[in-house]
């Protein structure tokens, strides 16, 4: 089974020495963070640096985590997409879809699938 590491946010300096000493051992690294402006911001980072996979960060996976959401309250504040619109060059419909929804998906919405990718 592959290893796992959550970064529990921001990638921190021990995260970025572990990444570093396991791409040079010629580990291939996956990332996956957040669908909100400051997760795909980390996740584009991360994919620069170390020339990682971006690991179901696409517009599809996106929308799939916005039906696990079901239905939301209006005006749930906690869900609103906030701040600055960031690029995303893997795939330019994901931030396309996020400005169109306006929500942030958290990755409790798509561990389901994440922990299916490590089973299987």
Sequence with gaps: MPALVCTEGRPSTAFHR???TAVRGG??????????WPGVDMAGA?????????????????????ANLGDLP????????????VP????????????E?????YEEAVAGSLLADLRG
């Design 18 to 20: 572990l990444a570093a």
């Design 27 to 36: 580990a291939r690294l996956r990332y996956h963070g957040d669908f909100d």
């Design 46 to 66: 991360v994919a620069r640096r170390y020339s990682a996979e971006l690991w179901r960060m696409t517009a599809a996976d996106y929308l799939a985590g916005l």
């Design 74 to 85: 209006e005006g749930d504040e906690h869900l609103r997409l906030a701040g600055r619109p």
């Design 88 to 99: 995303t060059p893997w795939d330019p419909a994901l931030a396309d879809a996020m400005g």
């Design 101 to 105: 929804r306006g929500t942030a998906v």
